[in-house]
């Protein structure tokens, strides 16, 4: 079984500032994990993943993300926000389902970012 | 290039109606996922299609709910004799390939209303 728990519903951050959104994890075996971004009226678009590797993962629009396996964590970081940044981040891991392949994802509920002018 | 398109991008429909939702997946990919987003929640898993054949379907809620893909690209959702618990938005996954370091790329979503 898996879980991903974003603590966090609501972030709120001046732009300009570094930015952080929580993420922890609860898997049997390897954790792969991801971050998505949900725009108003969009589909889900894809900002990082971590597979394996480096525990700093880089991604899209700035955005980077920490891998803690002690800490079973996978916090969403940018240096510098900006407005444009507003949306709702969710986090997600793979679900292994061996005895169908379907490998589809797990997601948290959700954390709505805004960047304050 | 091209992303997952689904169509219709809104549906309202009256309880007790027959819905179908399309989903055109990226071309080339393998995988095709169907998720249902209720309000305030994250996606959640219906089911996975690799190729034409329907592998896994456990996240389908009730035996009202059917999916297939027929030639392997296009993808439909249905649901038949629609409740007013099946409002949501239902989101369509693509991925190259079916190994686990693929990344899903999603389609807009339909927002199903049911009145």
Not at chain 1, 47 to 67: H, M, P, Q, R, W
Not at chain 2, 57 to 82: C, H, N, W, Y
């Amino acid at each position: 079984a898996q879980s991903v728990a974003q603590p966090e519903d609501q972030v709120n951050v001046a732009e300009g500032n570094p930015l952080t959104v929580k993420c922890t994890y609860s898997v049997s075996g390897n954790p792969y994990l991801f971050w998505y971004v949900q725009y108003p009226n969009r589909g889900l678009q894809f900002l990082l993943k971590y597979i394996t590797g480096d525990n700093l993962v880089k991604g899209s629009y700035g955005f980077e993300a920490e891998f803690n396996k002690s800490q079973t964590s996978f916090h969403l970081k940018k240096p510098s926000a900006l407005v444009s940044d507003s949306a709702l981040y969710f986090c997600a891991v793979r679900a292994l389902r061996i005895k169908t392949g379907a490998n589809n994802l797990f997601f948290g509920t959700g954390t709505r970012l805004t960047v304050i002018p | 290039g091209a992303g997952v398109s689904q169509s219709p991008r809104y549906k309202v429909a009256k309880r007790g109606q027959d819905v179908a939702l399309r989903c055109d997946p990226i071309s080339g990919h393998v995988s095709l996922f169907w998720y249902q987003q209720a309000l305030g929640q994250g996606p959640e898993f219906l089911t996975y299609f690799q190729n034409e054949a329907q592998l896994d379907k456990s996240g389908l809620p009730s035996d009202r709910f059917f999916a297939e893909r027929p030639e392997g690209s296009v993808s439909t959702l249905k649901i038949q004799r629609t409740q007013q618990e099946d409002s949501a938005v239902y989101l369509c996954a693509s991925s190259y390939r079916r190994d686990i370091s693929y990344e899903q790329y999603f389609g807009p979503g339909t927002r199903l209303t049911v009145t």
